[in-house]
Nanobody, 124 residues
Framework: QVQLVESGGGMVQPGGSLRLSCKVS????????VGWFRQAPGKEREGVSC????????YYAESVTGRFTISRDNARNMVYLQMNNLKPEDTAVYYC?????????????????WGQGIQVTVSS
């Protein structure tokens, strides 16, 4: 059974930082594309940052480029998202997801396995 469990969310002031973690079990992360997505109230789910293939090709949404960094530790089956200089518009539920083939352009419809999501709130 494939499981993805996010942690590290919470509330932070604008300009602050958070590091999200995703623990993956039931698969060998070496062989998977993996990424982070988010969904704000009233908006569609969007790709934030992905390893679009298992080989390490990365994608960043324009809105987070230069502020967010995705990383992975295949030995520990972990995926991370370092988020710096957070803005109120980054407020959303953040999801970790994985796919055995690829996540084309970090689009949610290409990811098969999903975590439950974790809230990130950026507010003063």
């Amino acid at each position: 059974q494939v499981q993805l469990v996010e942690s590290g969310g919470g509330m932070v002031q604008p300009g602050g930082s958070l590091r999200l973690s995703c623990k993956v079990s039931g698969i060998d992360l070496d062989d998977y594309a993996v990424g982070w997505f988010r969904q704000a109230p009233g908006k569609e789910r969007e790709g934030v940052s992905c390893f679009t293939t298992s080989d390490g090709d990365t994608y960043y949404a324009e809105s987070v480029t230069g502020r967010f960094t995705i990383s992975r530790d295949n030995a520990r089956n972990m995926v991370y998202l370092q988020m710096n200089n957070l803005k109120p518009e980054d407020t959303a539920v953040y999801y970790c997801a994985a796919d055995p083939v690829d996540i084309v352009r970090c689009l949610p419809r290409f990811a098969v396995h999903w975590g439950q999501g974790i809230q990130v709130t950026v507010s003063s």
